[in-house]
C-alpha cells in the first residue's frame, strides 16, 4: 500500500470539499510523496457549549489561505511557497448524529481517525497540522505523538483542564485534562500561553501537575519573560504547538465559541513565536476553533497569517 492510502479514505479532497481549494494554493502542485507537512481539517463542531460554527473553521482558512492571503510574508521577507512542501489531505468526513449514531459513538470513531492520520503523517517522517474544528480533537492527534515526548505549546483564553463539562468527558474543554490523566503528556511538559478564563479546579489541577503558565496578565506586564524562558526550554526539543484561535483578544475573534477579553494581540503571538527555539523540531501543530458567522473570515485571515508565521520561523529550519 503507498503512503498514506489507507487513511485517504477518510477524506473528502479539497477540490471536491465546500470552497474547492487547496490549503496556502501553491502555484506549483506538491505531491503527497514530495510534502513535508501536510494539513488535514476536521471540522467537528459537536460538543461546543455556546457559540456554534467551528465546522466552518478549516472553510475559512482554506478560503481566506488560497483566495485572500499572500505566501509571501512581508516582514520575513520569504515566500512560503519557496520554504515548505504542504499537501492538503482534505477534510475529514463526519458521521451525522442521529438515532444511530450517538454525540459519544462520533467523538470516539472521529477521534480514532485523527489519531490514525497523525500517526501515519509521522511515520512518513512528516507533519501532520490539524485545522478545527473544536479543541476536543487536540487530545487524538497529542496522543498519536506523544511518543516523541514533546514540549506542548497550548495557546489558549481557557485551560481546557475540566475532567467533565455538561455530562460530556471528550468535549472541548477536557482535552488536556486527559492528555495528562491518561498519562500521554507529563503536567510539566504543557506551557499555557494567553490563559485567561477557567474555574478554580482547574487551576489546582495544573498546579498539582506541574502545569507551567503564562497568563494574558502576565504577558502583558513582562512579556519578554515568557521570550526567556520560551528560548530556552525549547532548545533541542521536539515541540507540539495547539492553538486555540481564542487565545486572541475578543475584537480579534468576531466569530469563535467563547471569545474572551484581556487577550493577546497578533504582534504579542509573533513575538512569541519567533522566540522558540531555532534548534526546536516542530512535530506537529493544531489550529482549532476558528469559526465563521455572516461570511466575516476575519478569523479565517487570522489563523492564515499566524499558521503561516509558525511554518516560516519553525519549519523552515529543518529543510
Ligand atoms: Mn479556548
Redesign the pocket.
Known amino acids: 500500500m503507498s503512503i498514506l492510502e489507507e487513511v485517504q479514505s477518510y477524506f473528502i479532497i479539497p477540490e471536491l470539499g465546500d470552497v474547492g481549494v487547496s490549503f496556502a494554493d501553491f502555484p506549483r502542485k506538491i505531491s503527497l510523496i514530495d510534502s513535508n507537512v501536510i494539513v488535514f481539517g476536521v471540522p467537528l463542531d459537536l460538543t461546543t457549549s455556546f457559540g456554534k460554527g467551528t465546522r466552518e473553521g478549516p472553510n475559512s482558512i482554506r478560503l481566506t489561505s488560497a483566495k485572500q492571503i499572500e505566501t509571501y510574508l512581508f516582514e520575513e521577507n520569504i515566500d512560503l511557497a519557496d520554504e515548505v512542501n504542504i499537501y492538503d489531505l482534505g477534510d475529514m468526513k463526519i458521521p451525522q448524529l442521529d438515532s444511530n449514531c450517538s454525540l459519544s459513538s462520533i467523538i470516539s470513531s472521529v477521534g480514532s481517525n485523527i489519531s490514525t492520520t497523525a500517526g501515519q503523517i509521522k511515520s512518513s517522517d512528516k507533519i501532520p497540522i490539524l485545522l478545527g474544528g473544536e ?1 476536543t480533537i487536540s487530545y487524538y492527534q497529542v496522543k498519536a505523538l506523544a511518543d516523541a515526548k514533546p514540549l506542548i505549546l497550548h495557546f ?3 485551560r ?1 483542564l475540566k475532567p467533565e463539562y455538561g455530562g460530556m468527558v471528550m468535549c ?1 474543554t477536557t482535552p488536556f485534562y486527559h492528555l495528562i490523566n491518561d498519562g500521554h503528556i507529563p503536567g510539566h511538559d504543557l506551557v499555557q500561553i494567553g490563559i485567561r478564563q477557567c474555574d478554580r479546579e482547574e487551576n489546582q489541577f495544573a498546579l498539582n501537575k506541574g502545569v507551567n503558565t503564562f497568563d494574558a496578565w502576565a504577558i502583558h506586564d513582562d512579556i519578554e519573560k515568557l521570550l526567556l524562558y520560551l528560548k530556552e526550554v525549547t532548545c533541542n526539543r521536539a515541540i507540539y504547538i495547539s492553538f ?1 484561535i ?2 486572541y483578544d475578543l475584537p480579534y475573534v468576531p466569530c ?1 465559541g ?1 471569545p ?1 477579553p484581556f487577550g493577546l494581540d497578533p504582534f504579542q503571538i509573533t513575538k512569541i513565536i519567533k522566540s522558540v527555539s531555532s534548534s526546536a523540531l516542530l512535530i506537529g501543530m493544531d489550529m482549532v ?1 476558528v469559526a465563521v458567522r455572516n461570511g466575516d473570515y476575519r478569523e479565517g485571515a487570522l489563523a492564515v497569517q499566524t499558521l503561516y508565521r509558525i511554518l516560516a520561523n519553525l519549519q523552515r529550519a529543518h529543510l
Do not use: L, N
Request: glycine content about 0%.
Open positions: 479543541h489558549d483564553a481557557h481546557d472541548h486555540d481564542d487565545v469563535t467563547c474572551e476553533e
